[in-house]
């Protein structure tokens, strides 16, 4: 048989004594990129060299070979084998396999140096990841893959992540269906089913980008960052079982815990502990909670209690600190400003004597076998204990036949008058009894069912907005004192000299505290919260509440101003702004009542130049967003930013609109026409039109969603570059 004419010659190859070789200047790469040349220099000493250096003859004038081989294909390989030889790891005469180019050949060396270079199909890095996953199951730890290709540990681990996404979206990727960023961004859940479920949902969405997906995979679980996390602590809840998904390539606070089930039981038990531990100094009765709602203590009487006095030890150390500050500040008291070092040493001794003077309290140990105690959880997950508190129907008998149903007692948080609302839990007669109360405050599910038009709010959303409200009314009269006072005299003049019953006002003259049934769950820490327990917490702690002698006294010789501002705080735990369900058949507020009441308020908010916004209001996604149809969440936006954000956000689905739209509405000063007052209404709804009829395109500076301007994630470290 006639054999095939061969029309290709392959150049051949050899080995050439290194000594023999020379860099050309033909060579086209001048920029370093890539593996440096130490660590190539060490991988060529760990495995040895795997491609051949492209290399030509070296003619002299005359054309003639002089021994010499220059190299234009292959030049950082040769730097690196330089440098082993610097190193006297590799012998000057050692034989390096090349691949020789006719001196005549009519490629020129640019050509092989370029083709080199260009012709080279990088790694997919796909491909990467699989292979070190290879090399992990066939024994290869990640330091020792790490140390072999000149990466961190963590790189590995990334890779490795990477490599454990469900086969179906690997196999995606590799077809470039989706990109590296949204690969990265299923690795947050294991669960291979839900990576699935997920991509699914989004694979066929204009919206699929890797913030969207790592919220679908982790939107049932809780941050790391939750204050029952923090409180728990993230090594306890993995201990009992729990599951912590981890981001490798963002930050990601600490992860996510996937069973919010687990954690809440361990909140409970730990809460639970705590609670028992507090049994054996005598109280009546511990009532735990997870969250307690703003006005907790109302109609309980708070304990007053005597501090612990210093031990010797404490008292000497407290005058050490004392003295050592008052020195610091006697030398550097004639400078403008202390040094840096002096300052921060002043602020380490003032934060050592606030810590021996906040001295635990002792109270009267036949007061405390009537009283309780709450345990919860503070914002930051810290525990939080409050001592002191005694119910109605633990006072003596005594006490409690004098006392008048409208008069108010000394009480704990905000004040109060009369028996707290808030009871989840009856105490028995006799012993110790703790109880757990759990969440007072449930959430009502927003209707999802959304045919584009403005309906009316929910009933229960315009309740907790007006709780909200009533509470800066209450905060603002409270240091508005001749608002206040006008306020009583319109309503002790309405009640004298109007003949039929004036029922409806939005103040309680009697100042019979109403409590807030319908509240949300982070209104017990605003800002007007504070403020009002600020307030009562120092008038508190100035008169004498225990002696009705002595509190006459008191009062009696107050300057004209203490004794407004004393009325005017007073007068503030009467404000009702609230909005209530009507019964047309008796037995609460009817309709014209409820109109009145609203209208008087807002006549009081004009008076005060009450400003939600400043009250600390804002749009939340669980305070407002989320309740409310889509329609709502779009009219909001449109008001606040203009039509041309509306339709931005317009095919969004409701978590995703709600989201933004927080986001958007964040600092906007927007707020729902329940919370706005009515004279300022009036005088905007001019500019409110205007903003709604802008053309309809985005301008130049508008602030589009996160969606759409998000930069994509920092792509991975560049792959390895062959040699």
Request: hydrophobic share 40%; with cysteine; glycine share 8%.
């Amino acid at each position: 048989m006639a054999k095939a004419a061969q029309n290709i010659t392959l150049s051949p190859s050899r080995d050439i004594p290194f000594n023999k070789l020379v860099l050309s200047q033909s060579n086209v790469r001048r920029i370093k990129a890539g593996v440096s040349v130490e660590e190539l220099a060490e991988d060529i000493a760990r495995r040895g060299l795997l491609q051949s250096l492209n290399v030509r003859p070296t003619l002299d004038t005359d054309g003639v070979e002089t021994g010499m081989f220059e190299i234009p294909a292959g030049g950082r390989r040769f730097q690196a084998l330089s440098l082993l030889v610097k190193q006297k790891r590799l012998a000057k005469t050692a034989p390096i396999p090349c691949i020789v180019r006719d001196a005549a050949s009519e490629i020129l060396a640019e050509d092989d140096s370029l083709a080199e270079n260009m012709q080279r199909v990088a790694l997919h890095p796909l491909d990467q990841f699989r292979a070190f996953q290879a090399l992990r199951e066939k024994g290869q730890g990640e330091e020792a893959i790490a140390a072999a290709f000149f990466v961190t540990p963590q790189i590995v681990k990334q890779r490795l992540k990477l490599a454990s996404v469900a086969p179906a979206l690997l196999e995606v990727y590799a077809e470039d269906g989706m990109t590296l960023e949204q690969l990265m961004a299923f690795t947050v859940n294991p669960d291979h089913a839900r990576q699935a479920q997920v991509w699914d949902a989004v694979k066929n969405s204009w919206n699929k980008e890797p913030y969207a997906i790592r919220r679908m995979l982790t939107e049932t679980s809780v941050r790391a960052s939750d204050r029952r996390a923090v409180f728990v602590g993230v090594d306890a809840y993995e201990a009992a079982g729990g599951v912590v998904l981890r981001d490798l390539f963002q930050g990601d606070d600490g992860g996510w815990l996937e069973d919010p089930a687990l954690l809440d039981r361990l909140v409970s038990e730990k809460l639970q502990a705590e609670a028992e531990a507090l049994a054996s100094e005598g109280w009546k009765w511990i009532e735990v909670a997870t969250d307690l709602p703003y006005g907790y203590s109302h109609g309980l009487r708070r304990l007053s209690g005597e501090p612990a006095p210093m031990t010797d030890e404490e008292s000497a150390a407290h005058a050490t600190l004392l003295a050592e500050y008052r020195a610091l500040e006697e030398e550097y008291s004639g400078q403008d400003e202390y040094p840096e070092e002096i300052d921060a040493r002043l602020g380490a001794l003032e934060i050592a004597m606030e810590a021996l003077e906040q001295r635990p309290l002792i109270y009267d140990p036949a007061e405390v076998a009537r009283a309780g105690v709450f345990v919860t959880l503070d914002r930051d997950g810290s525990l939080a204990i409050y001592r002191g508190y005694v119910r109605p129907e633990d006072e003596p008998r005594e006490e409690t036949a004098v006392q008048d149903g409208d008069c108010a007692d000394a009480m704990g948080q905000g004040g109060d008058v009369g028996v707290s609302n808030w009871n989840p839990s009856a105490t028995s007669a006799g012993g110790i009894v703790i109880t757990s109360g759990g969440h007072p405050i449930g959430a009502d599910a927003s209707d999802e069912e959304d045919d584009g038009a403005l309906k009316p709010l929910p009933e229960r959303l315009v309740m907790e907005l007006t709780a909200h409200r009533t509470l800066a009314l209450r905060e603002a009269v409270g240091r508005s004192p001749d608002v206040a006072l006008t306020l009583l005299l319109l309503k002790l003049v309405t009640d004298t000299f109007r003949t039929s019953s004036a029922t409806g006002s939005c103040l309680e003259a009697s100042v019979r505290h109403v409590y807030m049934s319908a509240q949300a769950p982070d209104l017990k820490d605003s800002v007007v919260a504070k403020l009002v327990d600020e307030r009562h917490a120092a008038w508190e702690a100035d008169l004498p509440l225990g002696d009705d002698a002595a509190l006459w006294d008191y009062l009696s010789v107050l300057d004209q101003g203490s004794r407004l501002a004393l009325l005017a705080h007073c007068l503030s735990f009467g404000i009702n702004a609230l909005h209530e369900k009507v019964n047309p058949y008796g037995g609460g507020i009817s309709a014209s009542s409820l109109t009145r009441r609203m209208a008087h308020a807002d006549l009081v908010a004009r008076a005060v130049d009450l400003d939600m916004v400043e009250a600390g209001w804002e749009p939340t996604v669980d305070g407002y967003l989320n309740r409310v149809p889509k329609a709502r969440i779009l009219e909001a936006v449109r008001e606040a930013k203009g039509e041309g954000t509306a339709q931005l956000l317009d095919h969004l689905k409701k978590g995703e609109m709600a989201t933004e739209a927080e986001r958007l509405l964040k600092g906007s000063g927007w707020l729902p026409e329940v919370l706005r007052r009515t004279d300022l209404a009036v005088d905007d709804g001019e500019d409110l039109s205007e903003g709604q009829g802008e053309d309809e395109s985005a301008p130049d500076d508008i602030d589009l969603p996160a969606f759409l301007t998000a930069d994509l994630p920092e792509t991975a470290a560049s792959m390895l570059a062959a040699e």
